[in-house]
């Protein structure tokens, strides 16, 4: 069975202070591991798909990279409007849904 | 460019009501899907529609659980005799065919009282 367990499950950091939150997968086929940002409140805002070991993308403070057995999300200076919930997905090619991990959620203190 | 929509933004209801909740994807988006994310748990699959294929249903909860899309386009879907273990929020989301991230609206919270 697909599982995504997300670590740690909450992360309080200071303004500036880089960390990495991590994504443990199990899938039998993976199509694509997603990252998710959610606001309290709001629906999942799409950040990042990533299709192959070794593959990263970045978006702003943002670093999403992808191994055979996790990925990780790595920020890079953050400020407190990045305080979200990040949600890690995979889908795998034999399935029609996404398998969602429970989040990280992250605060940032200025 | 208008995204996915959803309403009610809120629904309250009492046990054993039926509730109605509606979604409207973003245009040309072929797939559509829901979800439900009850307090504190991930999101949890329910529902999966693309195209003119038959659904996939293998995350509905029970019986009680129905959705249908009309044209491709807007879905509904249904609870009937709400039960409290009904309440959380309600998440849907839509795809294109070239890419397979989803994009999700702002979901409806529903309360079962």
């Known amino acids: 069975e697909d599982q995504v367990t997300q670590s740690p499950e909450a992360l309080r950091l200071q303004e500036g202070e880089s960390s990495s939150l991590n994504c443990s997968y199990t899938v039998s086929g993976l199509r694509g591991l997603f990252w998710y940002r959610q606001d309290p409140g709001k629906g999942p805002e799409f950040l990042f798909t990533?299709?192959?070991a070794g593959e990263e993308k970045e978006k702003e403070r943002l670093k999403a990279t992808l191994t055979k057995k996790e990925s990780f999300l790595h920020i890079t200076a953050p400020k407190p409007e990045d305080s979200a919930t990040y949600l890690c997905a995979v889908q795998a090619w034999a399935n029609n849904d996404m398998r969602f991990g429970a989040g990280t959620r992250l605060t940032v203190k200025p | 460019g208008a995204g996915v929509s959803q309403s009610p933004s809120n629904k309250v209801t009492e046990k054993g009501k039926d509730v109605e909740l509606r979604c409207d994807p973003i245009s040309g988006h072929t797939a559509l899907y829901w979800y439900r994310q009850s307090l504190g748990q991930g999101l949890e699959f329910l529902i999966y529609?693309?195209?003119?294929?038959?659904?996939?249903k293998s995350g509905l909860p029970s019986d009680r659980f129905s959705a249908e899309r009309t044209g491709g386009s807007v879905s509904t879907l249904t609870i009937q005799r709400t039960q409290q273990e009904d309440s959380a929020v309600y998440l849907c989301?839509?795809?294109?065919?070239?890419?397979?991230?989803?994009?999700f609206g702002p979901g409806t919270r529903l309360t079962v009282l």
């Open positions: 990533l299709y192959s």
């Open positions: 529609f693309q195209g003119n294929s038959a659904p996939d």
């Open positions: 989301a839509s795809s294109s065919p070239r890419y397979n991230e989803q994009f």
